[in-house]
């Protein structure tokens, strides 16, 4: 009785407060867009950017505006905090025109439609630039939900492994581990050197990480069969290949260990998976190590997967600068600037062709990515991986911590995994 | 013809701070509530009309899970270690304070306070290293010893005491100034009249000095244990809820569901839960208060 | 109470340093690190004393941040921050010495507000100030942050120690109510006022989430937004965010000199009672 008063009360509130709000949110936005007129507007384009990202984005965006006189307003957002910034957007359907986006949120945004569908700009004459034979097939792929476009790669993340030479020659690999059994067999003697030395180095809790073994395992994710696709025989491998690093003392839990950067310098990780951008921090960092560290492609099991992740611009859904920001998008897509961006940030090019400039052909250290880019494989680009992602981590955990067997541990996530897939 | 005037006085000096409270807090707080009730996600945050109100649903789930059942009963752990420490050694501290000469007090006041204005992440990275099992000081000073190394975050129910250690280290400072306020304004009189009737200096401290601070105890009791109700830095840095969800809190839990899984609705429902604890928790309080602390 | 001898001195003197120690530690570790290479920062034993001291995180933080406009904008906050200490002031002193009809509604509204954590009411708080057209704005910056319950409620509390009398005793002598307040009551709380400025002007100095929600302009951001801008998606700084805090942290410790000293002047009043 009280609670049904309760709750029509509560209705009542929430229903009078969001129409107002939207009201006023709604009077808002189209009085701008009268008042501009699309993109006739002397309005700047707004793009954010995140971090580090977006204060280097605002030098491209000066070169943007030399060459087509279009003013841009680069605003970038610390990257602990972007999610909150973008949800009030999302929220109030007041966002910027460009938005710079982890590829790993785009499934989750694409189905609350913040983004405008990119698909008929695609090989629009305009935007030469945008074409899906220039990018990088899986990269264009990753960002193709529901059958739209939801944004433009713009650059490409894959880790390789890093690796001490000198400590590896002693146990017998110099050239680090081609399989997954060598790699376990370093290990082993690695982590045998002694009381606080182990052969490796994982975040423990970093579910990206375990996806990236399980595919290597020769497992993917079917999104037809859903929950049922952790049944199959990879990831069960991937879960008892963690069992066995983390209870042979191969790599250490989370509050054991060291950061991998300083673990690799001082030796007692001497191996861990990484992106590229972790050779200019090394070379910066500790620049007395030159030398005694190299980069290969991940150990291969049943193949050598690693995860293709990356970073997009999208276009917000409700801009009235449609046109102005696909020109951006269509600049930051020409070959020549992903080359510049790339030696800006060391972030992996999704245009193919700007991997044939010679500052990336020439490149030593980029050869390894360059061979590690055939093998790889696309995460699950569903709305749930990241909740997914946070169970699976959870899980691992038990088994990491010995309180459940893989088999229960494993039956346990997949239950798990049905209820989030079904909601 | 004076009454009326004066009643319209106090709402002058509560009206505007009131007023900006309720608009920007108060109304928020209602909102949130109100979502509570609803399947509020990403989905739902960006079209208002796909919002379903699902009554008590999320309430219903939330005590079937069992990472949330493990949060309350971890914050209430939190609260009933945690409180009379964290008030207790602010307390003495400001007592301590309060023995020495002026120059000196000010000088240890500005050192007590440090860790207030100190970057979470150089305590986080601090607090790391003497946690560390294999390479931390904590656990050389034991091996030292011939004591053997003790699991700081690696064990459930160590890690809880081992964040509410590092808390009530951070959090002295505000609690240490407002008690040093109350104890300095505690006229000197009173306790020369106690010296003449030749009372001892425990006698002093509580028949004196105990009650004369009341109103600050009060308030500092109450914010206290509201913000460790609301337990969340030391987790969130340290942790992040582990070992097997061993130091995950009520305000963590929240965090998680609401920010990183966008399922507001259940999130917010979550807030509730612990806003009821909190106000039953307050209530007993003002229920036991002084006399003097009438509302 | 006093000490009796000075054995008693030493000993007080002897627990004040090794706590002083155990608390202070970090905080100079935060200062030294900014004078550290990265890798140094991470080493695990840590070092105490920079290996060789650099500059470079700070000319980093000098030259790359638009410090001028983020100061700017921080001062603007911290100014009206002392605008809401005054307004936070007045309603503890209304809630503390007056009675009027809805006191205890009002009062339970202001503690409700201390019970719901933060990042709850975000949202909802932006659909608001959206709605009132003040996204983008200073004004829509300031004000969510503007009054803080705990401040009232602290305010409060001192407020019920002052005796009526001396209140009843100034209305005699025909002083107005504001007269009163100005003149009486904010001298007599200088202490707790203090303490209410030092905590406001650490909020306004340290904002962080307002600016960073309602800012569409990057011209409105404030030092803590800007100084976490330097950080990027993978590549740890720790020595820079120390070197970003070490800055943030000189204006909170003069703030702080300055007005500890009011905290020890003392709330002199009670003796009348």
Not at chain 1, 212 to 217: E, I, L, S, V, W
Not at chain 3, 3 to 15: C, G, M, Q
Not at chain 3, 121 to 127: E, G, K, R, V
């Amino acid at each position: 009785m009280f609670n049904k008063k309760f709750r029509l009360a509560g209705m009542a509130v929430f229903i009078v407060v969001s129409l107002v709000l939207s009201a006023c949110s709604s009077s808002d936005s189209s009085g701008s867009a009268d008042g501009s007129s699309g993109s006739g507007s002397d309005e700047p384009l707004q793009v954010w950017g995140m971090g580090a990202e977006g204060e280097r984005l605002a030098d491209f965006a000066a070169d943007f505006t030399n060459e087509t006189d279009i003013q841009v307003e680069v605003q970038s957002i610390p990257w602990d905090q972007a999610k909150n910034k973008l949800l009030t957007a999302v929220a109030s359907g007041e966002g910027p025109d460009v938005i710079q986006q982890p590829s790993t949120w785009i499934p989750e945004f694409a189905e609350s439609e913040t983004y405008l569908d990119l698909t008929d700009y695609f090989g629009d004459e305009k935007y030469p630039n945008l074409k899906e034979a220039n990018f990088n097939e899986q990269a264009m792929e990753s960002v193709k939900i529901d059958s739209k476009t939801q944004a433009m790669p713009w650059f490409v993340a894959i880790s390789v492994l890093y690796y001490r030479t000198d400590l590896l020659e002693d146990v017998g690999y110099p050239d680090g581990p081609e399989t997954q059994e060598d790699f376990l067999d370093a290990a082993r003697k690695l982590a045998d050197r002694g009381e606080g030395q182990f052969g490796m180095g994982i975040a423990q809790a970093d579910f990206n990480g375990m996806f990236d073994f399980a595919y290597r395992q020769g497992w993917t994710y079917d999104e037809e069969k859903g929950a049922e696709s952790f049944n199959d025989p990879g990831f069960k491998k991937m879960m008892e290949l963690y069992q066995t690093m983390f209870h042979e003392g191969l790599t250490p839990t989370q509050d054991q260990g060291k950061e991998p950067m300083l673990a690799l310098a001082d030796g007692t990780q001497p191996m861990f998976n990484s992106g590229p951008f972790m050779v200019d921090l090394l070379n910066e960092q500790v620049p007395e190590l030159e030398g005694d560290w190299d980069v290969k492609t991940v150990p291969e099991a049943e193949n050598g997967n690693v995860t293709f992740g990356g970073t997009q611009l999208a276009v917000f859904h409700n801009t009235d600068k449609e046109d102005k920001a696909l020109q951006f998008l269509n600049f930051m897509a020409d070959p020549e600037t992903q080359v510049k961006w790339f030696e800006e940030s060391n972030s992996l090019p999704a245009v193919s062709s700007a991997w044939e400039d010679p500052a990336l052909a020439e490149n030593e250290k980029l050869e390894t990515f360059r061979e590690q880019m055939e093998k790889t494989q696309l995460p699950p680009l569903i709305p749930e991986y990241e909740r997914l992602g946070g169970e699976l981590a959870n899980t691992m955990e038990k088994v990491i911590r010995d309180t459940q067997d893989v088999d229960m541990a494993l039956e346990e996530f997949i239950q798990t995994a049905e209820g989030i897939l079904a909601e | 013809m004076n009454k009326k005037k004066l009643n319209l006085i106090p709402y002058i000096f509560i009206g505007p701070a009131v007023l900006l409270l309720f608009v920007f807090t108060f109304m928020p707080i209602l909102l949130a509530l109100v979502i509570s009730f609803t399947n509020l996600n990403l989905t739902g945050l960006a079209d208002f009309s796909t919002i379903d109100f699902i009554g008590f649903d999320n309430f219903v789930r939330l005590f079937q899970d069992d990472v949330f059942i493990q949060s309350i009963g971890n914050t209430l752990f939190y609260v009933i270690i945690g409180v009379p420490l964290a008030v207790g050694s602010s307390l003495i501290i400001a007592l301590l304070l309060n023995f020495v000469s002026n120059w000196l007090s000010t000088f240890f006041r500005v050192i007590f306070y440090m860790p207030s204005v100190t970057n979470i992440v150089a305590i986080a990275v601090i607090w790391g290293f003497l946690y560390n099992q294999n390479y931390g000081l904590f656990n050389y000073l034991l091996s030292v010893i011939n004591v053997g190394s003790v699991p700081w975050l690696e064990d459930p129910m160590i890690a809880k005491l081992s964040l509410i250690l590092m808390a009530v280290w951070k959090s002295n400072g505000i609690s240490m100034l407002i008690f040093l306020a109350a104890l300095r304004s505690i006229p000197t009189i009173y306790y020369e009249a106690a010296d003449i009737d030749g009372a001892n200096r425990w006698q002093k401290f509580t028949k004196i000095t105990l009650p004369s601070m009341s109103f600050a105890t009060f308030f500092v009791v109450v914010t206290t244990l509201i913000g460790w109700f609301q337990f969340f830095e030391e987790p969130f840095v340290m942790t992040d809820g582990g070992p097997l969800n061993g130091t995950n809190s009520i305000a963590l839990f929240i965090y998680q569901e609401g920010f990183q899984y966008n399922e507001f609705g259940y999130g917010a429902a979550a807030s509730f839960v612990l806003f009821v604890i909190i106000i039953i928790a307050t209530l007993i309080q003002f229920k036991f208060r002084n006399k003097d602390q009438t509302l | 109470m006093k000490l009796k001898n000075n054995f008693e001195r030493t000993v007080v003197v002897l627990l004040l340093v090794i706590g002083g120690l155990l608390v202070s530690i970090p905080f100079i570790w935060m200062i030294l690190s900014s004078f550290k290479r990265e890798i140094e920062v991470i080493s695990i034993p840590p070092t105490f004393f920079p290996v060789e001291p650099i500059f470079s995180h700070y000319i980093r933080l000098f030259t790359e941040l638009d410090f001028g406009v983020y100061l700017v904008n921080t001062l603007i906050i911290v100014f009206f921050s002392m605008f809401g200490l005054l307004l936070n002031t007045m309603a503890g002193y209304g809630f503390g010495k007056f009675h009027f009809r809805g006191k205890e509604v009002w009062f339970s509204i202001v503690l409700v507000t201390m019970m719901i954590p933060g990042q709850v009411t975000m949202i909802p708080t932006y659909l608001i100030i959206n709605g009132m057209g003040l996204t983008n704005t200073m004004p829509g910056i300031i004000l969510p942050g503007l009054i803080a319950a705990f401040n009232i409620f602290l305010i409060r509390q001192f407020m019920v120690t002052i005796p009526d009398d001396l209140i009843e005793a100034a209305r005699l002598d025909g002083a107005g109510e504001m007269r009163i307040f100005f003149r009486l009551i904010l001298p007599l709380a200088k202490p707790i006022v203090a303490v209410q400025a030092i905590l406001t002007f650490i909020a306004g100095w340290n904002s962080f989430i307002w600016p960073l929600i309602i800012a569409n302009d990057q011209s409105l951001y404030t030092l803590s937004v800007g100084l976490s801008l330097l950080k990027d998606e993978n590549a740890t700084s720790y020595a820079l965010q120390m070197a970003g805090s070490s800055i943030m942290v000189i204006p909170i410790l003069i703030i702080f000199v300055i007005f500890q000293k009011y905290i020890i002047e003392g709330f002199n009043v009670s003796g009348i009672k």
